[in-house]
């Protein structure tokens, strides 16, 4: 669906972000997770689906390793935001019949995990003393 196509560019939102914070490594996994997730909302493929969900799964880790090693505010705030975008993912997705909803609902779902991992970066972009 190109509308999650769209939604799916708000991940390179995190991509700069993570440039900016001198992580290459995880903005590398961000942005091959920005052009996965555009290119396979796009085509609706079982390879780009399966390629989207490598760079799914590649970011998620990277993110837990994160938040694990350098996240020490805002913990309860990304742990929520972990167990909605599960949610969402696990639960309402698969149940959503409309696919206006559907459209909707995964956009959401970009936008938690998108913000989810702004701020597990945040301490490696600014000063602790402003956190």
Same mark, same amino acid.
């Given at each position: +669906?190109?509308? @999650?196509?769209?939604?799916?560019?708000?991940?390179?939102? @995190?991509?700069?972000?993570?440039?900016?914070? @001198? #992580? %290459?490594?995880?903005?590398?996994? +961000?942005?091959?997770?920005?052009?996965?997730?555009?290119? @396979?909302?796009? &085509?609706?493929?079982? /390879?780009?689906?399966?390629? =989207?969900?490598?760079?799914?799964?590649?970011?998620?880790?990277?993110?837990?390793?994160?938040?694990?090693?350098?996240? &020490?505010?805002?913990? #309860?705030?990304?742990? /929520?935001?972990f167990i909605a975008s599960g949610f969402i993912y696990y639960v309402v997705l698969p149940q959503t019949v409309d696919p206006q909803t559907y459209?909707? &609902?995964?956009?959401?779902?970009?936008?938690?995990?998108?913000?989810?991992?702004?701020?597990?970066?945040? %301490?490696?972009?600014? %000063? #602790? =003393?402003?956190?």
């Amino acid at each position: +669906m190109i509308a @999650n196509s769209i939604s799916s560019l708000v991940f390179s939102s @995190n991509t700069i972000m993570l440039w900016l914070a @001198n #992580q %290459p490594l995880y903005a590398a996994l +961000m942005g091959i997770l920005t052009l996965t997730s555009v290119w @396979n909302h796009y &085509v609706e493929t079982t /390879a780009s689906a399966l390629i =989207d969900k490598i760079a799914v799964y590649a970011v998620v880790i990277y993110g837990a390793y994160h938040y694990f090693a350098y996240t &020490v505010h805002y913990k #309860q705030t990304i742990f /929520a935001l972990f167990i909605a975008s599960g949610f969402i993912y696990y639960v309402v997705l698969p149940q959503t019949v409309d696919p206006q909803t559907y459209v909707l &609902v995964h956009g959401a779902l970009h936008f938690i995990a998108s913000i989810g991992h702004h701020l597990i970066a945040l %301490p490696t972009l600014l %000063p #602790q =003393d402003i956190l």
